[in-house]
């Protein structure tokens, strides 16, 4: 049984940061993909950043510049960093990890910028 545990959400106004975490626990193994997704109302769950154990990273267009992806392997951590949030930002995220044999979802954050 795989758990992933998010924390880190939380309202913030337009140009401030905040840095998500998501811990998994569980039959893990060690080649894995480890990403946040996000989610705002209305709209279809997009991702937003990605990064494999082997430390390479991918983001959305979206996000560039702005978030930073981050794990630490000893710990199946998996951190985002957003600096200079924009209203549009505004979503659920959720922590997501692709395995070998199968995908899991944390239950998902809420940040809020407002303007």
């Known amino acids: 049984q795989v758990q992933l545990v998010e924390s880190g959400?939380?309202?913030?106004?337009?140009?401030g940061s905040?840095?998500?975490?998501c811990a998994a626990s569980g039959s893990i193994s060690s080649i894995n993909v480890m990403a946040?997704?996000?989610?705002?109302?209305?709209?279809?769950?997009?991702?937003?950043?990605a990064v494999t154990s082997g430390g390479h990273t991918n983001y959305a267009d979206s996000v560039k510049g702005r978030f930073t992806i981050s794990r630490d392997n000893a710990k199946n951590t998996v951190y985002l960093?957003?600096?200079s949030l924009k209203p549009e930002d505004t979503a659920v995220y959720y922590?997501?990890?692709?395995?070998?044999?199968?995908?899991?979802w944390g239950q998902g954050t809420q940040?809020?910028?407002?303007s």
């Open 95 to 104: 922590c997501n990890l692709k395995l070998t044999w199968g995908e899991y």
């Open 111 to 114: 940040v809020t910028v407002s």
């Open 81 to 83: 960093q957003m600096n």
């Open 18 to 21: 905040l840095k998500l975490s």
């Open 36 to 49: 946040w997704n996000r989610q705002a109302p209305g709209k279809q769950r997009e991702l937003v950043a």
């Open 9 to 15: 959400g939380g309202l913030v106004q337009a140009g």
